[in-house]
């Protein structure tokens, strides 16, 4: 049963998301620290946070308009991702490996919104 929304699978995955790409962003250049670097990490953080906050709602309308939101962010991050990945900021392996996972979410998120839906009906 889930208690809370640390409980959700797809909330601890996007918060080892959060953390994969801070570490990724460590070796950006320095003039992106305000730049590419800090738009990629706020939409990343937006994701758990969406997550946790509509988790937080009183109705199931309020979560999954705050999962669209989650979705949304982390469509955001992954093509910041490519972005950074084009500009020679990432490597091929740490970008496949953090798009992989940014992949895994989205599904996740998806699963849960159409179990919410179907439950609606």
């Given at each position: ?11 601890q ?5 959060v953390t994969?790409?801070?570490?990724a ?9 305000f730049g ?12 758990p946070s969406?997550?946790a906050?509509?988790s937080a709602r ?7 308009n ?9 469509a ?7 972005i ?11 970008f ?9 979410i989205?599904?996740?998120?998806n699963s849960?919104?159409?179990?919410l ?5």
């Amino acid at each position: 049963m889930i208690l809370s929304y640390r409980d959700l699978r797809v909330w601890q995955e996007s918060m080892n998301l959060v953390t994969d790409v801070y570490k990724a962003t460590e070796s950006f250049l320095k003039n992106e620290m305000f730049g590419l670097s800090a738009q990629l990490r706020r939409a990343v953080v937006s994701v758990p946070s969406n997550i946790a906050e509509g988790s937080a709602r009183k109705g199931k309308k309020e979560l999954l308009n705050f999962l669209h939101i989650a979705k949304g962010s982390l469509a955001e991050a992954t093509t910041q991702l490519e972005i950074a990945k084009r500009l020679g900021f990432l490597s091929d392996e740490s970008f496949g490996k953090l798009i992989e996972k940014g992949e895994t979410i989205a599904k996740m998120i998806n699963s849960l919104i159409r179990s919410l839906n179907r439950k609606e009906e």
